[in-house]
């Protein structure tokens, strides 16, 4: 039999409002969070602090820590190629954001341009 206690719970979890995708992204982030997989990704993450020395795309930067220079791949970002429409504006943009800025990076992985993932 249903409780009305029931859908007074969800109602105040997962407001009515939201959309379908907002729930299952809510519900996902609970779940992801209660496991601690969030946590651990980024406890088991090297990390690293530099310099920013320049942009080498819209997704690269080249950063210096301590006299050596590494070339460093943002994660999950797309961004155009070179030769391809409207890679300078994107490289220049990510040059503007980070310039003169000390960053923080997670490494994820090495690619096979030896560039740090993160």
Same mark, same amino acid.
């Given at each position: 039999? =249903?409780?009305g206690?029931?859908? +007074?719970?969800?109602?105040?979890?997962?407001? /009515?409002?939201?959309?379908?995708?907002?729930? +299952?992204?809510?519900?996902?982030?609970?779940?992801?969070?209660?496991?601690?997989?969030?946590?651990?990704?980024?406890?088991?993450?090297s990390?690293?602090?530099?310099?920013?020395?320049?942009?080498?795309?819209?997704?690269?930067?080249? #950063?210096?820590?301590?006299?050596?220079?590494?070339?460093?791949?943002?994660?999950?970002?797309?961004?155009?190629? /070179?030769?391809?429409?409207?890679? /300078?504006?994107?490289?220049?943009?990510?040059?503007?954001?980070?310039a003169?800025?000390?960053?923080?990076? =997670?490494?994820?992985? #090495?690619?096979?341009?030896? /560039?740090?993932?993160?």
């Amino acid at each position: 039999m =249903f409780n009305g206690l029931e859908e +007074i719970t969800v109602v105040k979890l997962i407001p /009515r409002a939201c959309t379908n995708t907002v729930r +299952i992204l809510l519900i996902v982030t609970v779940l992801l969070q209660g496991c601690g997989l969030l946590l651990s990704t980024f406890a088991s993450a090297s990390q690293y602090e530099g310099k920013f020395i320049k942009g080498a795309g819209g997704d690269s930067i080249t #950063i210096l820590i301590e006299d050596t220079q590494f070339r460093v791949r943002l994660a999950e970002i797309d961004a155009p190629e /070179r030769g391809q429409p409207f890679w /300078r504006k994107s490289r220049d943009v990510l040059a503007d954001y980070v310039a003169g800025k000390v960053v923080t990076i =997670f490494k994820i992985n #090495i690619d096979r341009y030896e /560039r740090i993932v993160g």
